[in-house]
């Protein structure tokens, strides 16, 4: 009746995430209460949020030290106290990285019966709605635009890129390294790659959107939404999903000081978006994901990796970019 | 027979703008030829944009040593070789900074009749508009919402400020010194007054904004737009108007690299806006605008000074935040 967990046994002061900040830990099995279900852990979504959970405050609450480390994934209910839930069921479940997890019913839903189960933490989980709204709602791309997305080989930056190719725009991925950059071109459809890790990364933007950006979709802040930025042309959008350059190590070196000027001059509009802002039009962006995975022109992507040990080298090595797709840890 | 001009002798190269960058000249009075009109200016408006068209290109293209220092006005057309506009018109014209200029006449619009003329650079003119759109489009408020203005007491925040009351926000306005500060709550209505040369200015803004800021109407960048950003509510809306604090001397100190974490915890949404970009809906914002200074709503406030040769002061001076309301020197 044991529960094996994955402590945050140190949050990481102004450094890189590094092995040392976790403990593999023996815990109790949980018991469900009135209203409560209990889980078993399927598959851990790793994602470079987890990362930026442990600066501070974000959309949810800062972690601390101590605790099992937070994250959400795919768990099977094996107890139920509540009507809507059985055994059996899948649900997405914020339960952290540990088999068994007790937790009240009432945020969960049943997930659809639905081959691959691993799509529904890539393509039909946060990463894929996170692309689609964020494409679409933030970035209203049109016919012919030229769409920027960064961390391209990720689990949510490879989605926006096909999803921008079914709207009919021309797409320009930024990933780290050649292999990335011709996997993007080769196999998903994207018309360019270019390798911010490249010296000649500025460059190889401008030689990659001659006619300067409509949309840019940004994973990563820092130096790459820099060099977006002064290429966007007048009117683009800049729909802002994350900022991963900004979360594995010491605080943002540069402030915005310098911004307002170019969004006036270019007639910028930039908008920070969270997944869940959008989750009444969830059923809409479901069908659309679907209908483009079975029609062939939606690939999925996914990078799963074997047990619960591995779960801060896959987290480690995720913010280090080695990554393609979406990757998950399967308990 | 004579034309006298001010000529922009050198571009300022990251100093701050001084007499010595320009030069009082005496050139020949043009000769307005087919489809063109002969104006005469009255009176010129003096913006912060004037410096930043010496930086480089914006909206319009940069600025060259040499020339007759750019700069929209109110003239008067005193002779015309088109049909639509005949001696004793008003116009709003880029005509530069001079007694005299001969321009297509195409592009120019005849003013309504309408007193004092001088509202027609002010609250019916660029400033007005802009706040307008600016305020309307881009910051989207709503009544109860907490809307900041920066640089509150020039031509643009003084009129976002009273327009912001009309539309039922509580307001506070970003200006320097108490005296400007207490002309805005005392005389146009504000909620409240922040100086930014305080140096409990961050401590005093956040206390003028208990709850954070909904909108954010932005007129300086800089440290100004930086402590704003941070005490911005989740869902909060940024009208990026302009960049004042980067105008007037060296390159700014930093660049964008920390904005896009904040931009997506709080799902900003920032828009840069150009007043053109709205000509299209200028009937209906002036019958607004003439509607809320006809009933006390809106009040008008002009800094008129005198005389061709006192333009480069003029400009000096406004930079260093002199000026209450709508600059404008009377030629």
């Given at each position: 009746m044991?529960n094996?967990?994955?402590?945050?046994?140190?949050?990481?002061?102004?450094?890189?995430?590094?092995a040392?900040h976790?403990?593999?830990?023996?815990?109790?099995?949980?018991?469900?209460?009135?209203?409560?279900?209990?889980?078993?852990?399927?598959?851990?979504?790793?994602d470079?949020?987890?990362?930026a959970w442990?600066?501070?405050a974000?959309?949810?609450?800062?972690?601390?030290?101590g605790?099992?480390?937070a994250?959400?994934?795919?768990?099977?209910v094996?107890?139920?106290h509540?009507?809507?839930?059985?055994p059996g069921?899948?649900?997405?479940?914020?339960?952290g990285?540990?088999?068994?997890?007790?937790?009240?019913?009432?945020?969960l839903?049943?997930l659809?019966?639905?081959?691959?189960?691993?799509h529904?933490?890539?393509?039909?989980?946060?990463?894929?709605?996170?692309?689609?709204f964020?494409?679409?709602?933030?970035?209203?791309?049109?016919p012919?635009?030229?769409?920027v997305?960064s961390?391209a080989?990720?689990?949510?930056?490879?989605?926006?890129?096909?999803?921008?190719k079914?709207?009919g725009?021309?797409?320009?991925?930024i990933?780290?390294?050649?292999?990335k950059?011709?996997?993007?071109?080769?196999?998903?459809?994207?018309?360019?790659?270019?390798?911010?890790k490249?010296?000649?990364?500025?460059?190889?933007?401008?030689a990659?959107?001659?006619?300067g950006?409509?949309?840019?979709?940004d994973?990563?802040?820092?130096?790459?939404?820099e060099?977006?930025?002064f290429?966007?042309?007048?009117?683009?959008?800049i729909?802002?999903?994350?900022?991963?350059?900004q979360?594995d190590?010491?605080?943002?070196p540069?402030?915005?000081?310098?911004?307002?000027?170019?969004?006036?001059?270019?007639r910028?509009?930039?908008?920070g978006?969270?997944v869940m802002?959008?989750?009444?039009?969830?059923?809409?962006?479901?069908?659309?994901?679907?209908?483009?995975?079975?029609?062939?022109q939606?690939?999925?992507?996914?990078d799963?990796?074997?047990?619960?040990?591995?779960?801060?080298a896959?987290?480690?090595?995720?913010?280090?970019?080695e990554?393609?797709?979406?990757?998950?840890?399967?308990?």
């Amino acid at each position: 009746m044991t529960n094996r967990q994955i402590v945050l046994e140190r949050l990481p002061q102004g450094e890189k995430l590094a092995a040392e900040h976790f403990a593999l830990a023996s815990g109790e099995r949980p018991v469900a209460g009135d209203g409560e279900v209990l889980l078993r852990t399927r598959y851990i979504s790793l994602d470079a949020a987890n990362r930026a959970w442990m600066q501070g405050a974000t959309y949810r609450s800062a972690l601390n030290a101590g605790q099992v480390m937070a994250g959400g994934g795919l768990a099977e209910v094996i107890e139920s106290h509540v009507e809507h839930l059985k055994p059996g069921d899948l649900v997405f479940a914020d339960a952290g990285w540990q088999e068994y997890a007790a937790l009240p019913g009432k945020n969960l839903r049943k997930l659809p019966d639905l081959k691959p189960e691993t799509h529904l933490l890539s393509v039909y989980g946060v990463a894929g709605l996170t692309a689609y709204f964020g494409l679409l709602e933030c970035g209203q791309p049109r016919p012919g635009d030229t769409v920027v997305v960064s961390a391209a080989a990720g689990s949510v930056g490879s989605v926006v890129g096909q999803i921008a190719k079914i709207k009919g725009c021309r797409v320009v991925g930024i990933a780290g390294g050649e292999a990335k950059g011709r996997w993007l071109v080769d196999e998903l459809g994207f018309d360019a790659a270019v390798d911010y890790k490249s010296p000649e990364f500025k460059r190889q933007l401008r030689a990659a959107v001659p006619e300067g950006i409509d949309v840019y979709f940004d994973n990563t802040g820092g130096d790459v939404f820099e060099a977006c930025l002064f290429a966007m042309r007048n009117h683009g959008r800049i729909a802002c999903c994350g900022a991963v350059s900004q979360y594995d190590g010491s605080a943002p070196p540069h402030g915005p000081r310098g911004v307002p000027g170019l969004i006036v001059t270019k007639r910028l509009t930039l908008r920070g978006f969270v997944v869940m802002d959008f989750a009444d039009q969830n059923d809409r962006a479901l069908s659309d994901l679907q209908a483009w995975v079975s029609s062939g022109q939606l690939k999925v992507q996914e990078d799963i990796i074997e047990g619960l040990e591995n779960l801060p080298a896959a987290l480690i090595g995720l913010l280090a970019g080695e990554n393609r797709g979406k990757r998950m840890v399967r308990i």
